[in-house]
């Protein structure tokens, strides 16, 4: 395995997500930003950010795959959300909890961050996910 996740003792506990990744090996994996449209370019899951999370996450796999790596092999996940506030923080789980199991994504999932943004680059997007990943 080239990544061990962890969360040391005297960091804040519980979160959904792993404080630590330590990886070995030496083929990086960097995953562009994500966001919820199909192949050809459908907006799926309009106005529902849980279902949006869902698909870019699933996108995030896809990509992953092209390159023969999962999340398995993922050291960081960075999420940006538009308009965020605290109270999105449920369906935004949600929506990564709906998905995690058929996508092979980790609970607690691997070192992540999510950045408020005011806006993606259509109004329509929700959601984006990038990914890093180390393989050996």
């Known amino acids: 395995m080239t990544v061990h996740l962890s969360s040391p003792e005297g960091l804040m506990q519980p979160v959904p997500y792993h404080h630590v990744a330590v990886a070995t090996g030496t083929r990086q994996v960097h995953v562009a930003g994500q966001i919820a449209r199909s192949a050809d370019g459908t907006p799926l899951a309009p106005g529902d950010l849980a279902g949006q999370v869902a698909h870019a996450l699933r996108s995030t796999r896809t990509a992953l795959a092209g390159v023969g790596a999962g999340f398995e092999d993922v050291v960081r996940l ?21 998905v995690a199991e058929e996508i ?33």
């Open 78 to 98: 960075t999420f940006f959300v538009t308009g965020w506030s605290p109270d999105k923080i449920e369906p935004f789980m949600r929506g990564v909890e709906s």
């Open 104 to 136: 092979g994504l980790p609970l607690p999932m691997p070192p992540a961050s999510l950045i408020g943004v005011d806006m993606l680059f259509e109004p329509d997007v929700l959601v984006e996910v990038e990914a890093t990943a180390v393989l050996d």
